[in-house]
């Protein structure tokens, strides 16, 4: 705990130079707000699914918060250090680096918060009739299922990061995932509003819970049992991919050879 | 004039030589083009699922809306972008002198010699959506409706040259200037639909402001016979007023061009 307190502390003071966080914010916020528009105009002869405007408003703020807490993007500063061989100094450090990314991932989240709660007061100004769940326990439930959904995208990434070791081009797989996440979680479409055959289906992977099941905590869609057995199956999925992420790990190390190693 | 074309030819020769090296490249490239257009198509399909017409437009009119996207993303990353990150480096590290040095137009050597083949694979693909969504609508554009297409997709590639000329320009003040091209790169994603389905305020904001309507939205409106044809003279003129006033812009700023040694 205290190597992650100060490796989050150095990675902090970076990030706050970091120029590519601007292009994601950015994009963050675009994709989503041209989606919104687009349901925005098709609600206007009435109300699609179980959404009528507001509750589109209600739905993509809460989106992009949840995008914002738990979003990753260190894989560019992996896919550069494994390939230069920067890897090797972590190496040597009595530290799994698998510490060390997750706390450079995470030293970006109090700066994001800082701004998307003025933000998100603004939206609540502007726009009358939103609707969050705001009482105390879907708070708690929601923040949780917000650690839960974070872990589960920081080992997904971390993992496809580590098929580096074999292929150069591990941020082109990325690319892939990026296309399934985007679609799949409810990051873009609420998922309910998929036909309901693509529905059923996604229930099942884990990109729901990623961006979907927090959504619609936040939203107040979602009964409090309901809640906590999502949560529970979260961190199923976050322990099957942490497994397979160390088997992972321990054959790409046996391969690894960056300069000088 | 002719001078310059020839050593334009001379800049792209080279390039294609080398870059025909890496042949295996273009198939995977090719590859990774297929996925924002299948993607794109995705959540267009869900929209149209649950609404025949999206801002006036059907799904199969809306398909060339993603070819017109596609295209002015290729040719962007094909003969914009790699001229950017070169002629900002330049500026940031007082190289530029070796350029603006040549016997030659300093603008067309900083901003146009730089090009990455690679990427003509989403040119491709887009015109590939064009034809597949007239094909599945089973409409033969005119002759007429045909050549003012052909005239704005250049004149929507002169727009699109000069705002990033702009935007780089100030690389001579502000040394850092990426974060600019980013923005830029916001307001394309909105041409990725038919611009009827924003609202009031952006739609006369992406047509006269940051007119991205002209690169995706009317040309396809246009080849559909859905806007008046007099269309194609409103982007000749964007992208001329545009292109004097960047060209312009540049020959000022570059007096402020302090190089590393001066």
Redesign the interface.
Known sequence: MKRFAAEFRASWNLMIEY?IM??IW??T???PL??L??????AE?GP??AYDRTSFISYYLAALVVRNMTGMWFIWEMDSELRLGALSFRLLKPMDPIVHYLAYACSSKPLRLLILVPLTIAVFLVVPGLKWALDPLSLVLFVASLAGALMILFLMQYTIGLFGFWIT?SL?VN??WF?TY??ASGY??PLD???PAVHDVLQFLPFRYTMSFPVEILTGRLAWGMSLQGIAIQWVWVVGIYAFNRWVWRRGLRRYSAVGA | MKKHLKILAIYYRAALLTQMEYRANFGSSFVLSLVWPLWVFSLLSVLFYHSPSLGGWTFDEAILVIGLYDIFIGLQETILAPNITQVTEHIQKGTLDFVLLKPANGQILATITACNLMRLSDVIIGFGLIGYGLFRMGHVPTLMQVATFAVMIPAGMVTVYSIWLLLTTMAFWFVRVENFGEVFYAFYETGRFPISIYNRWLRLFLTYIVPIAFLTTFPAATLLGKLPLYFVLGSVAIAGILFYASSRFWNYAIRFYSSASS
């Not at chain 1, 528009?37 to 098709?42: D, G, K, Q, T």
């Open positions: 120029r601007v292009a950015i994009l916020i675009v994709l041209i989606m528009a687009a349901w925005l105009s098709i002869n699609v699914g081009r082109s690319d892939f296309f985007s679609l873009l479409v509003l998929f036909p």
